[in-house]
């Protein structure tokens, strides 16, 4: 460990708000990259979901 | 070896295997990430001249390593797509593009970030920052043409050639930005040389960019797999998966 | 004997074709002349702003001018692109050309020097009368000059690639831009740094010889690459 508390790490010798920043913005970046494709999953999966409980209704049904 | 070829462009092959691969590589992502970013953030000595601004490198250098691999991926799997015209290769290369532009972007943003305290300034205009800006530009103009065409055919074929126009073009890039002007310091890790960095610094480095391609590797898999899906709803083996998971909630 | 015969004809038979091809697009250009003489336009009216919009001092255009030319006339140059492939596109005639057994990769190299002749060249003729006008010295108005000659038959060619790829789509012109410029970069840094070099007494010969390459570089590799865009383009 190489800070003396927490405040301090948290403070990085002065330079806390470039260091939180870059951090901050690679967490955004990575949540983006896993979330698109779960969203875009689910979406795909309720609409074709939908489209073969028609299709079947529609084959009971004539 | 022709044969594990054909196979791994058959969809429904590669939907069933990258299912079982994600869970591991995940994993392994995140064990990795969070190793090295608690290394990077707490265990690793300050820089003397930087301080502690300079913790960012571990972010910036994998994410900066990730754009350029990123793209060489997404143009190869082009051109696997234009001459084999193999499908699963047009969708890899479709899914490359965001995730590669996005890391190019964090690149960039982390490297005006780490700019500011260290240079003065939250921009210059680098060697390097200016050809990573370039990349982003050539990723988003593949991300364009994708969405151009509404043909899928068309438009794999379309932003593979252009991708490819742009790898023949990432050298020239490079070293016209690099001969142009340069403030960069020089590459942190290279292949052939030993790093100047003490080991408690270079060794949580290589963690994260370990870290950051099984990332890459899972979120490339994870996009490839919806794009099959929706590419593929007509097919039985889609329309299962779907039932499988109707039922399954009924 | 009749078999070398044979090939030589064949090949004054292909350069006829070429020169055909050349003096077809020529005239058919020649008959919209505002297709022409708009690029130009563009260019001095873009140049004339930058002395509006910046400062009219003649020492600061001096030192600007290298950069604010070779940017006008990338942009012009862009904007004139649209004429490559469009008309030919509409009428079938791009298609006869994919078609035909006439090699492909003769007819494109004809198609982008028409374009450079109807566009490049004329920005080049244009551009000493600019230069005067932002105050470049001689000697950078001569290295403007020879960096235009080398560099945009460059632009035509990679502006091709990108005119051949959305020439199927609509509404291309913002796509294409967005296609286009990033890989006009290098071009532009040597260029505009050759002038600059010039400008201020300094040997240009490395980035002439650059530049000498990246046109080498064009003709050899951008017609392939056009070729099979315009068969993407045609295939949907």
Redo the contacts between chains.
């Keep these: 460990m190489y800070f003396e508390s927490f405040s301090d790490f948290l403070a990085m010798g002065g330079h806390a708000k470039y260091v939180w920043i870059a951090y901050g913005i690679a967490l955004v970046v990575f949540a983006f990259n896993i979330l698109a494709p779960i969203i875009k999953r689910k979406r795909l999966m309720a609409e074709q979901a939908r489209q073969l409980r028609r299709e079947e209704l529609h084959a009971s049904g004539s | 070896m022709w044969r594990w070829f054909h196979k791994l462009g058959s969809p429904k092959w590669f939907y069933a295997i990258s299912g079982r691969w994600i869970p591991w590589f995940a994993v392994t992502a995140l064990v990795l990430l969070v190793l090295g970013t608690v290394w990077a953030l707490m265990f690793a000595p300050p820089d003397y001249q930087q301080g502690n601004s300079y913790r960012i490198i571990y972010i910036h250098v994998p994410a900066a390593f990730l754009a350029q691999s990123g793209y060489v991926l997404m143009a190869v799997a082009g051109a696997i797509g234009l001459i084999w015209k193999m499908k699963l290769a047009d969708v890899v290369a479709k899914c490359c593009a965001p995730i590669g532009a996005s890391f190019t972007f964090l690149a960039l943003v982390t490297g005006a970030v780490w700019g500011k305290p260290t240079w003065g300034a939250w921009w210059v205009w680098d060697a390097r920052l200016t050809s990573m800006l370039v990349l982003l530009f050539l990723y988003l103009g593949v991300v364009a043409l994708q969405s151009a065409f509404t043909d899928r055919n068309q438009a794999a074929r379309a932003s593979a050639l252009l991708s490819l126009v742009g790898l023949v073009n990432i050298p020239i890039i490079k070293y016209s930005v690099e001969w142009w002007n340069t403030l960069h310091q020089p590459a942190s890790l290279t292949l052939t040389e030993k790093p100047t960095m003490p080991a408690e610094m270079w060794v949580p480095l290589l963690i994260m960019v370990a870290g950051f391609y099984c990332f890459f590797a899972v979120v490339l898999m994870m996009r490839t797999r919806v794009e099959l899906l929706d590419r593929e709803r007509r097919t039985g083996w889609v329309k299962e998966i779907i039932n499988d998971k109707r039922t399954g909630k009924a | 004997m009749t078999a070398r015969v044979d090939t030589v004809t064949a090949k004054t038979a292909r350069v006829g074709i070429f020169m055909g091809m050349v003096r077809r697009d020529m005239t058919a250009a020649f008959r919209h002349p505002s297709d022409l003489v708009n690029p130009l336009i563009f260019f001095v009216v873009v140049v004339s702003l930058f002395p509006l919009a910046v400062s009219p001092e003649s020492d600061f255009l001096r030192e600007i001018a290298p950069g604010v030319l070779w940017v006008s006339a990338l942009l012009a140059t862009l904007l004139s692109l649209d004429m490559l492939f469009q008309s030919d596109f509409q009428d079938g005639t791009l298609e006869q050309m994919v078609l035909s057994p006439q090699p492909l990769y003769s007819s494109i190299l004809a198609k982008v020097m028409t374009h450079w002749l109807l566009s490049g060249l004329p920005l080049t003729l244009l551009s000493p009368l600019l230069a005067l006008m932002l105050f470049l010295p001689a000697n950078g108005t001569q290295a403007l000059m020879l960096t235009l000659l080398l560099g945009t038959p460059v632009l035509s060619f990679i502006g091709a ?1 990108g005119s051949a ?2 020439v ?2 609509r509404k291309t012109g913002l ?1 294409l831009s ?2 286009v ?3 006009y ?2 071009v532009l ?2 260029a505009s ?1 050759a002038v600059q070099a010039a400008a201020a007494g300094l040997p240009i010969a490395g980035h002439l010889a650059l530049l000498g390459a ?1 046109l080498a570089l064009a003709v050899v ?1 951008a017609p392939l ?1 056009i070729a ?2 315009l068969r ?2 045609l ?2």
Excluded: D, Q
């Design positions: 690639i790829l959305t199927g789509l796509l967005l296609l410029l990033p890989l970069i290098p840094i040597f740094g990246m590799l690459a099979s865009a993407i383009s295939s949907g």
